[in-house]
């Protein structure tokens, strides 16, 4: 399969404790996305990367998140000290930048639960 | 700031029938619009897409129209069949290509109910 994925497909943690994501782009895509999906809502904007450079980080990632993505390819989310409103989906996506905006394909998303 | 607002939440329709749904957006940088189709426990895909130099464009039985006067933009489906049945983001690029501001923000979806 040579499109975006993530790892772990689901994942519970009790409050308080650290969790990470992560997500491997499409190959030949250099920009990489972040983004927060709660039930009944659309996605939400985190972050994003262009190659290893994170070039916008949403007021809503708190300084309990932090996101890398060190050699330009895949990427990881950390959350510190998880809290109940962690709990969402996660949705990493990735794109080829030419300049203009290109179609972002969207991985299966990482499923947290904070109890 | 920043918003994009989507309507109807829910949309109940007969197969063969046509829905639409309907966005606006509140950048005027805005460039970029796509639609996303996303099935339950499913990842969000990409259905159809258009850029502000366009005012519409089809792609078989969807459709997307854009009016940037008044930044709206709606996707139509005709000939509607029981597998379109999903929740249906719109989205809107933030920042224009020519800043080093840019991320899409997503309408908050419209479930599609297409019964048989």
């Not at chain 1, 040579?2 to 895509?29: A, L, M, W």
């Not at chain 1, 993505?69 to 996506?93: H, N, V, W």
Request: charged share 25%; with cysteine; hydrophobic share 30%.
């Amino acid at each position: 399969d040579t499109g975006v994925s993530q790892d772990p497909r689901h994942k519970i943690t009790k409050r308080g404790q650290n969790v990470t994501f992560r997500c491997d782009p499409i190959s030949e895509h250099n920009r990489l996305y972040w983004y927060r999906q709660t039930l009944g809502q659309g996605p939400e904007f985190l972050t994003y990367f262009q190659n290893e450079a994170q070039l916008e980080k949403s007021r809503l990632l708190s300084d309990r998140f932090s996101a890398e993505r060190p050699k330009g390819s895949f990427s990881t989310l950390e959350i510190q000290r998880t809290e109940q409103g962690d709990s969402a989906m996660y949705l990493c996506a990735s794109s080829f930048w030419t300049g203009v905006y290109n179609e972002q394909f969207f991985g299966p998303g990482t499923r947290l639960t904070v109890l | 700031g920043e918003n994009v607002e989507q309507h109807p939440s829910t949309l109940s329709v007969q197969e063969g029938d046509s829905a639409v749904i309907k966005c606006t957006y509140s950048d005027s940088a805005s460039n970029y619009f796509p639609w996303y189709k996303q099935e339950l426990g499913k990842r969000p895909q990409l259905i159809i897409d258009i850029r502000s130099n366009v005012g519409e464009k089809k792609d078989q039985r969807i459709a997307v129209t854009l009016n940037k006067t008044a930044k709206h933009f709606s996707l139509h489906i005709t000939e509607t069949q029981p597998e379109d049945s999903a929740v249906y983001f719109c989205a809107a690029s933030i920042g224009g290509d020519n800043t080093g501001f840019q991320k899409l923000v997503f309408g908050t979806g419209t479930r599609l109910l297409v019964s048989p």
